[in-house]
């Protein structure tokens, strides 16, 4: 038996229009893939036979029951109709050539299930039944959002608003960085003032960092203002907080 968190589940049903998009279960709790297979066992005069025989594989599903969720609507309508359900498992991760690896089969829901635990949640539990055998295969790469419904990926402060799991307004992301001047030349004891520019200008977090690869050559604050510390060679790296895009500066400090 196959679990893992890292998996979401696509449906449709297989007399969906042509062009038509698969439905992802929304509050999918558990979902678990099994391949069970029923043995040939025979003792002869010469020992012991033993086989492969009939296989079954089937699909379990549990999730918190949403009559607006179009994935569960799908299954219920399937069990209600008798209609075939397609079904993917699709592994969230990406695969270097921008696809993800699905196990995809033609199911027939055998039951449908709904209770209510003592959290006072509806719980929905589901069993569908492969018909003959999954086929392994690759979708092309998933919508970020729909990526992002099942498990959220690193953001910077202010880059978003909003609960995880509900409607949330993405802020506008740093495209590019740039710095006045790229390299400068600060004498032991005096400063010198960054200008950093940061793209597009409606960029909703413009926040920077400002790091010095030797601070016993030259220190930098978090304003960009260098000071000359000892003669030598350092570089300054501003990263932006939104989109981790960086610029340097090369800074020689002499002695006069």
Known sequence: MQNGKDTVLLVQLADAVLGSDGFLIGNLTENSYSLESEL??????????????????SFEI???GDKNDPGQKAILDAIRNEKQLKVWEVDL???????????FAYTLVESVEKSSPGD????LSATLQVIGKSQQGKLPKLPQEVIE???YGFETPGEKSGEFGKDQTEGVVVDSVSVT?????VVVGSTRQLTVTVLPVEATNKNVTFVSSDEAVATVTSTGLITGVAEGSATITITTTSGG???TVAVTVTES
Do not use: M, W
């Open 40 to 57: 040939v066992d025979e003792q002869t005069k010469f020992g012991r036979i033993l086989a492969y025989g009939q296989s079954s594989e």
């Open 62 to 64: 549990t999730a918190y």
């Open 93 to 103: 991760k990406v695969n270097d050539d921008d696809t993800h690896d699905a196990n």
């Open 120 to 123: 006072g949640f509806q719980e």
């Open 149 to 151: 419904f099942a498990t």
């Open 181 to 185: 001047p790229q390299t400068t030349s």
């Open 245 to 247: 895009k960086t610029a």
